[in-house]
């Protein structure tokens, strides 16, 4: 067999089975979509035949296979939860809403034909929450000394987005979730550093799951024109506001549980 | 013929007669290039760079702080150095000297010297170079500017006196005698081993800071407040500071720490100027006594809280949490796996 002819057989026969493996995984993928991916993002990305992209109207749309979110939301570790009742945590910080504020970078590594992408995402978040300490005479007054919790959660998560309303249809929502593991990093200072009881310092980590649902709201209806112009111009495809129930179960056993159920919402683009 | 040797010969006479004139500029130009220029000047005690070390401030004019100008000279011979003080003017100028008016005044502070050697060092006091400043009088009882004023110090290489402009080097400083007004508003309370003081900032400018003073209060009249040495609007005893200086103009918060628990104590609030000056006390003064106090980690610990105890105290994660991670693991794999099968279909592609 000539040279030409036998690259192109190799060719074809790979060509083929990439084709059998993507219709698999895109069917498992609808089914379980988040452990099995399809094909390359393919609204952007290459697939077997070299980079290509999506269309928005009649314009081509700049590669995307990232997203970032500038997330904040509510924020009350379940510190008390080990004890019951009021805890230590209530005690000293009260009842007041704290927040946190954070971000979230995500790679959408696959796109999954019809239905949306899947990758991995990095966040990180910070919350504080400060109160004034108690006189140790029992009387329940408090001293003129601040005492401090921050809570620092870093994550990663399987993210899915199913894009495919917003694409296809006129309803431009994108419901998502997410799972995975966190890690969070907490320290509490009593106003003079890094505070210390019975000769430990308040310093410690703390590990579990945490998952995530969300519903994000596509901006480009505002004005699709704008939002083609920010594209070409800044690579950017796609913006939401986007609001998201998360539970995190960070700490079990010995670990402080600064894990939490809430909500958060925010910005998100896509490029 | 003899007409044009003629003209030649008239044209030579002028250019001869110039020539001695122009030979004799020429050797004598080196010897006129006198100069002058300062070295590294140095301190016996300097300040923290927080503070501006290359300024004067009020406890360098105290200490009489002697501070160092390395000169070098080059022809020299037969020429004085004077010094001279200015807050902006150029004192090499004569003029400038003779004139003597503000914001031009020029002061000599110290009588001129013969050099005897090219690389002479000269020590001054603080307060000797602020002579034109102080008029006179003792460095606590300036009552010049109270922001950063500049200074400049001439070293002039004279050599005739009524020459128009003189070989000099200068050092370029700044001094400030006088601390910033104090912050307002004191209100506070106790903590542990310390009195936290809240109050409104100093509206002053070139703050840098706030320290407290404090002192065990006299009596124990709730409403009488003060302590031995502590007098709101004068400048506190240095050996009443109870706290680290608190940076920032803008800050709202001082700690008076190291105290003993169950002991009432007198605080009052200064600022800080760029220079380390201190201000004038505040013009209150509040009393409270540090009491024994609990935190959220000593109540968590308290509590029964096992968490904590710094980085290194790391244990086993919970299983749950394993299994997420492995799980993460797993789907890592998946996905390496998938994207290794694509790149091989792509570079089996022809002419790829």
């Known amino acids: ?271 | 013929m003899a007409r044009r040797h003629r003209d030649r010969s008239r044209r030579s006479l002028p250019l001869a007669a110039a020539l001695p004139v122009v030979l004799g500029f020429l050797s004598a130009s080196p010897a006129a290039a006198q100069t002058i220029t300062l070295g590294s000047v140095t301190r016996a005690n300097p300040r923290p760079s927080t503070e501006d070390p290359n300024s004067i401030n009020l406890t360098d004019c105290q200490n009489d702080e002697p501070i160092t100008f390395p000169l070098s000279l080059s022809n020299f011979a037969d020429h004085q150095i004077e010094f001279w003080v200015s807050n902006t003017a150029n004192c090499a100028d004569r003029s400038v000297r003779l004139e003597q008016q503000d914001p031009a005044r020029c002061t000599e502070i110290r009588t001129a010297v013969t050099p005897e050697e090219d690389t002479p060092q000269y020590t001054f006091t603080a307060p000797e170079i602020l002579a034109g400043e102080l008029g006179g009088g003792a460095c606590e009882d300036f009552d010049g500017s109270a922001s950063k004023t500049p200074l400049r110090f001439h070293f002039l290489l004279i050599d005739d006196p009524d020459e128009d402009t003189s070989p000099s080097a200068v050092w370029e400083s700044d001094f400030d005698l006088l601390g910033p007004s104090p912050p307002t508003d004191l209100r506070g309370g106790g903590g542990e081993e310390r009195v936290i003081v809240e109050f409104t900032p100093s509206s002053a400018t070139g703050v840098n800071g706030y320290k407290a003073f404090c002192g065990p209060a006299l009596g124990a009249d709730e409403d009488n407040c003060e302590a031995e040495g502590l007098t709101p609007g004068e400048i506190p005893d240095p050996e009443l500071e109870c706290s680290d200086i608190v940076t920032g103009g803008t800050s709202n918060e001082a700690v008076a720490d190291d105290l003993a628990n169950g002991t009432r104590y007198a605080v009052g609030v200064a600022a800080v100027d760029d220079l380390g000056n201190v201000g004038p006390l505040s013009a209150n003064v509040v009393c409270a006594t540090p009491q024994p106090s609990d935190g959220f980690y000593e109540l968590y610990r308290a509590s029964g809280g096992q968490g904590g105890g710094g980085l290194c105290a790391f244990r086993a994660p919970a299983k749950s949490a394993v299994s997420a991670w492995l799980m993460l693991l797993a789907v890592s794999v998946l996905v390496c796996r998938k994207r290794r099968t694509r790149s091989t279909s792509s570079s089996a592609r022809p002419g790829a």
């Open chain 1, 1 to 271: 067999m000539p040279q030409a002819a036998h690259e192109e057989h190799v060719f074809q026969r790979e060509a083929r089975r990439v084709t059998r493996v993507r219709r698999r995984v895109s069917a498992a993928a609808v089914v379980c979509a988040a452990m099995l991916g399809a094909a390359e993002s393919a609204a952007q990305g290459v697939d077997e035949l070299g980079p290509y992209a999506d269309y928005r109207g009649t314009e081509r749309e700049t590669p995307q296979d990232m997203a970032v979110e500038l997330r904040f939301g509510r924020y009350r570790p379940n510190v008390d939860s080990e004890f019951g009742g009021t805890g230590p945590y209530q005690t000293i910080f009260g009842t007041d809403v704290r927040y946190q504020f954070g971000f979230e970078v995500d790679w959408q590594l696959l796109r999954i034909p019809r239905f949306g992408t899947f990758g991995p995402g990095l966040g990180v978040e910070v919350t504080r929450s400060k109160g004034r300490a108690l006189l140790s005479d029992g009387s329940g007054e408090r001293s003129a000394q601040d005492s401090t919790l921050w809570v620092a959660p870093l994550y990663v998560v399987g993210v899915l987005r199913a894009d495919v309303v917003a694409r296809e249809t006129f309803v431009p929502l994108v419901p998502y979730a997410k799972a995975g593991v966190g890690y969070a990093l907490w320290w509490s200072s009593d106003g003079d550093g890094l505070a210390e009881a019975s000769g430990s310092k308040a310093l410690g980590t703390s590990f579990g799951y945490q998952f995530a649902l969300g519903v994000m709201l596509l901006l480009d209806f505002i004005d699709e024109a704008d939002a083609k112009a920010m594209d070409h111009a800044t690579g950017v495809n796609n913006s939401y506001l986007f609001i998201e129930w998360y539970v995190s179960d960070l700490g079990a056993g010995d670990q402080m549980q600064v894990g939490t159920n809430t909500w958060a919402a925010g910005l998100a683009f896509e490029f």
